[in-house]
């Protein structure tokens, strides 16, 4: 899919991988609709993409909201006239195994991961299916949406829901030449650790028993390689970006494991 010249929309566009993405569609000439709970940060990446000669329009936006990603949608659709790649990339994490979890935990976390990636999909597909030219969905879940880590029951969750809805979507958008890439990272140096302060208030927990934090595996990487992996994703329509190599060995042994699961019953 070319690029030069086509419209982006980026939810978490304030900061992280979502900042890397706006500034990498900004340099392949692309106009970015920027979304995020966070003005400052946006306003941030605003300045970076005008910095960088590019055209960018900060939206605050609620992605757990299904009113606010709409209005995200009327204003992205008025300014540019079409949306052709949209990245449903916001995205909060917590810690803590799942018997400990709060039901605000829940909330917070599926409102974020999950509806807020269902909130887009609903805003922009059928504008993006009517207007007949090439576009394409990327959804950010993770490489715990593929593997499951102790300690992270809640967020394991959101991402595997979002890389089974990924894998239909892509079935189901081939007939309209949309493509889905669903961007599945191990570490990223972001600031995800410190999610909490986009918590709203409303779902803040009222206890003060905090969990470890979950030791990662593997390597960080930086954001802009992440978004270099996910721009050429676009281009050769991949469904899967899997950024880190260490990722291989895990994902082996879970499928091994379901595969011993059958041959073991058959045996
Ligand atoms: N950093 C990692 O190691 C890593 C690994 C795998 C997946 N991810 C995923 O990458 C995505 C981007 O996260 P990041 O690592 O750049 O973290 P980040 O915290 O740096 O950026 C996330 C952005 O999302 C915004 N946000 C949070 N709640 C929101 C809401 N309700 N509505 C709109 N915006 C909201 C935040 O304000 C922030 O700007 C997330 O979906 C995350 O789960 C990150």
């Excluded at 960088?52 to 757990?64: C, I, N, P, S």
């Excluded at 991961?113 to 090439?134: K, S, Y």
């Excluded at 081939?174 to 889905?180: A, D, E, K, S």
Aim: one cysteine or more; glycine letters at 10%.
């Amino acid at each position: 899919m070319e690029l030069n010249q086509r419209v982006a929309v980026v939810t978490g566009a304030g900061s992280g991988i979502g900042r890397a993405l706006a500034l990498a569609f900004g340099r392949e000439g692309m106009r970015v609709a920027l979304a995020d709970l966070d003005e400052t940060g946006m306003a941030e990446t605003a300045g970076l993409v005008h910095g960088q000669g590019g055209e960018a329009l900060a939206v605050r936006t609620d992605v757990a909201d299904r009113a606010s990603v709409q209005a995200l949608a009327d204003r992205a659709f008025a300014a540019f006239g079409r949306v052709h790649v949209l990245c449903n990339n916001a995205g909060v994490a917590t810690s803590g195994g799942i018997e400990a979890a709060t039901h605000q935990d829940w909330q917070w976390v599926l409102g974020v991961n999950l509806w807020g990636v269902i909130h887009g999909l609903e805003a922009f597909l059928p504008r993006m299916i009517a207007q007949e030219e090439p576009g394409h969905i990327v959804n950010t879940a993770s490489m715990a949406g593929l593997i499951a880590s102790q300690g992270l029951g809640v967020y394991n969750t959101s991402k595997y829901a979002v890389v089974g809805l990924s894998e239909t979507l892509a079935k189901d958008l081939r007939p309209y030449g949309l493509g889905v890439s669903v961007l599945c990272p191990m570490g990223v140096s972001t600031r995800i650790r410190d999610s909490e302060r986009s918590r709203p208030p409303g779902l803040r927990n009222t206890t003060t028993a905090k969990a470890d934090p979950v030791e990662l595996i593997g390597r960080s990487l930086a954001p802009e390689e992440v978004a270099a992996m996910v721009l050429d994703a676009i281009r050769a329509d991949r469904l899967y970006v899997i950024t880190h190599d260490e990722g291989l060995e895990p994902l082996r042994r879970r499928f091994q494991r379901m595969e011993h699961a059958i041959l073991e019953r058959k045996r």
